[in-house]
């Protein structure tokens, strides 16, 4: 009885700790606008795929396109077919559409952390100014390893800003 004890602690903290490690964030997410009610804005549909491949986290997103076809500056990042960051705190970085986003990861505890600028040096259109976006993102996993929770910060050099909360299951 106490090997059987023993060998079920031994799971269980083995569990815990790989939920909390960025291997605990590889799989399929899938939005669940139901419990994300603070985020209106947020990508229709939005799926993302999740695989480390060392220190990178390659993140797959699906969503459906936004009807005027204007991308928020706000989302830049999340709203991106394939991210990757890295998660050992060096620098990464991919150019976005006008943008040059530069990202850095890190693991806080149970969360990962990204800081991340997104800078336009010219603007999209003729007339249009340059502009930049700063934020962060903090992912973590539910204790179960069932949730992902995304909260995202963000302000623009022209003053708007967010702060939401996007809530995913895995699938």
Known sequence: MKTRSAALLLSLAFLASAASTPQGFEGKWVLDKKKSPEAPQAPQDLVQQIKM????????SKFAQPKNGIYPMLWVGIMTEELRLTTDGSEAAKSIGPFELRAKTNQDGDALVTTWTANMENGMAPGQEAGSVEGQWLRSISGDGRVMTLQIKGK????RTLDTKLYFNRK
């Open 53 to 60: 491949d060392g220190p990178h986290m390659i993140i797959k």
């Open 156 to 159: 623009c050099s022209d003053g």
